[in-house]
Each structure stands twice: as C-alpha cells, then as structure tokens.
C-alpha cells in the first residue's frame, strides 16, 4: 500500500507564506514525477507545479515568482514553499506522485487526502 499524507496548509494573511510538505511512503519502487494541484469548490483541480526526479520545474502562471517546489528523493518528500500569498490562491492543495509500487510494472498516480489553504485578512 501506498500512502501520501500533506501538512502545513492553514490559515494565513495576505502577503504570508505557507510552506506545504508531502511525504510518500509504503510499499514503493521509485518516484517519477511529483507535484502539487489545488481545486476550489465548484472548479476543476489545477496544477500548481510539477517536479522530476532530476529537479525540473514547472508552475503555473498564477504562481510563477511566488511559489517554488523542490523535493528530497532520499526521503520521498516534496514541498511547496507559497511566498506572498494571495485571496485567490485560497484552496484545498493536493499531492500527486507518479510512482513504481515494489512488485509492479508499471507506474501509477498516486493522490494526497489534501490540505486547505486560506489566505484572508
């Protein structure tokens, strides 16, 4: 089994920072790929930023200069640092990894129980 437990959402004022971990833990072979999503009521989720084992980095427009993610693959765990945050960056932030489960063949995209996010004065 296979598990990726969030923390570090909460609430915080505009212009604050949050910083968001994953750990990933269970029954795995390798992690590929890793990243962070969000979703608001009533919306689809959207990816926030992605990274690769090797350290490349993607992120959306919305969040480009404000945010970073990095990862320590020694220790199955990615982070979002969200620097000054804005009302509509208010979310439930979701982790995603595309992983290889011991014993399997093939990856597969494993998803975090998730983690609110509310930036308000």
């Known amino acids: 089994q296979v598990q990726l437990v969030e923390s570090g959402g909460g609430l915080v004022q505009p212009g604050g920072s949050l910083r968001l971990s994953c750990v990933a833990s269970?029954?795995?072979?390798?992690?590929?790929?890793m990243g962070w999503y969000r979703q608001v009521p009533g919306k689809q989720r959207e990816l926030v930023a992605t990274?690769?084992?090797?350290?490349?980095?993607n992120y959306a427009d919305s969040v480009k200069g404000r945010f970073t993610i990095s990862r320590d693959n020694a220790k199955n765990t990615v982070y979002l640092q969200m620097n000054s945050l804005k009302p509509e960056d208010t979310a439930v932030y979701y982790c995603?990894?595309?992983?290889?489960?011991?014993?399997?063949?093939?990856?597969?995209?494993?998803w975090g129980q998730g983690t609110q996010v509310t930036v308000s004065s």
């Open positions: 269970g029954s795995i072979f390798s992690i590929n790929g």
């Open positions: 990274i690769t084992t090797g350290g490349q980095r």
């Open positions: 995603n990894a595309n992983l290889r489960r011991i014993g399997g063949f093939f990856e597969d995209s494993y």
